[in-house]
C-alpha cells in the first residue's frame, strides 16, 4: 500500500509523517526505514528506526531511486514499512509528474509486502486522478 501525505511546501508534512513513524514502531513487528534527503531529523526519530539519507547514495534520477528502494527491500526480508519524507526532493521529481513513480512504488508494495507513506510537497487537487485514492492527509 502507498499512502501519501500532500500538501506545500512548510504546511507541516514532516510533522505528520514523523509522527506516524514514532507511532507505527511502538507495535510493528518488522523493521521500519525512513528515507529523507538529510539527516536533520535524525534525533526525532525512535532509535528503533532505521534513517537513510538519500543524498548520499548519488542518486541522479526516478528510475535510480526506485533501484535504490528495490535494494533496500532486497537486504532486509523482514521490512514492514518504508517512509518517504521530501519524496519529490530525494527521487528527482521536483517540477516532474510523480504519478508512474508512485504506481511503480504502489506495485513492489504489492509484491513484496512493503508499506511506503511519502511526503509529496503539492497540493492534493494537482494529483493525477490515479494517486487521489492514495491520499492519507492532505495539508
Do not use: P, W
Amino acid at each position: 500500500m502507498v499512502q501519501l501525505i500532500v500538501g506545500q511546501k512548510g504546511k507541516g508534512k514532516t510533522t505528520v509523517i514523523l509522527d506516524k513513524v514514532n507511532e507505527e514502531i511502538k507495535t510493528a513487528k518488522g523493521n521500519i526505514v525512513f528515507l529523507d534527503k538529510d539527516s536533520e531529523h535524525m534525533f526525532e526519530l525512535n532509535n528503533k528506526i532505521r534513517l537513510i539519507n538519500v543524498s548520499e547514495y548519488l542518486i541522479s534520477n526516478s528510475d535510480e531511486f526506485i533501484g535504490f528502494i528495490a535494494g533496500i527491500i532486497s537486504q532486509d526480508h523482514d521490512l514492514q514499512s518504508m517512509y518517504l519524507d521530501g519524496f519529490m526532493k530525494c527521487a528527482h521529481l521536483e517540477g516532474k509528474d510523480i504519478t508512474s513513480t508512485v504506481l511503480k512504488l504502489d506495485k513492489i508494495s504489492s509484491a513484496f509486502n512493503v508499506n511506503f507513506v511519502i511526503s509529496v510537497s503539492m497540493d492534493a487537487s494537482d494529483l493525477n486522478e490515479k494517486l487521489k485514492d492514495k491520499v492519507l492527509v492532505a495539508l
